[in-house]
Nanobody, 126 residues
Framework: QVQLVESGGGLVQAGGSLRLSCAAS????????MGWFRQAPGKERDFVAG????????DYADSVKGRFTISRDNAKNMVYLQMSSLKSEDTAVYYC???????????????????WGQGTQVTVSS
């Protein structure tokens, strides 16, 4: 069982930056691909970014490419989402998720993730 706890959300002005963090409880954290998803009010949960177990391969939603960066520190059981040039449409609850995988590649399908955090709110004011 992997427990995930997100932090770092908050209120920021458009154009600003935030860094989200996700702490994982599992000592085999390095075996999981990790992802960030977000859900705005009245909308479905959408993929934002994913990173392979090694950290060497990443994938992003088109809407965040060039603005967001996902990274991980396997020694600390942490995954991060650096968000820059934030827009009002980035406002959502952001979730961290873990997926057991075979192969060093990111996972983008929410159905493939086995564990989810409780979410952290990001609000971008225009």
């Amino acid at each position: 069982q992997v427990q995930l706890v997100e932090s770092g959300g908050g209120l920021v002005q458009a154009g600003g930056s935030l860094r989200l963090s996700c702490a994982a409880s599992e000592r085999t954290f390095r075996l999981y691909a990790m992802g960030w998803f977000r859900q705005a009010p009245g909308k479905e949960r959408d993929f934002v970014a994913g990173v392979s177990w090694s950290g060497g391969n990443t994938d992003y939603a088109d809407s965040v490419k060039g603005r967001f960066t996902i990274s991980r520190d396997n020694a600390k059981n942490m995954v991060y989402l650096q968000m820059s040039s934030l827009k009002s449409e980035d406002t959502a609850v952001y979730y961290c998720a873990a997926a057991r995988t075979v192969g060093d590649r990111p996972v983008v399908d929410a159905r493939s993730f086995n564990y989810w955090g409780q979410g952290t709110q990001v609000t971008v004011s225009s």
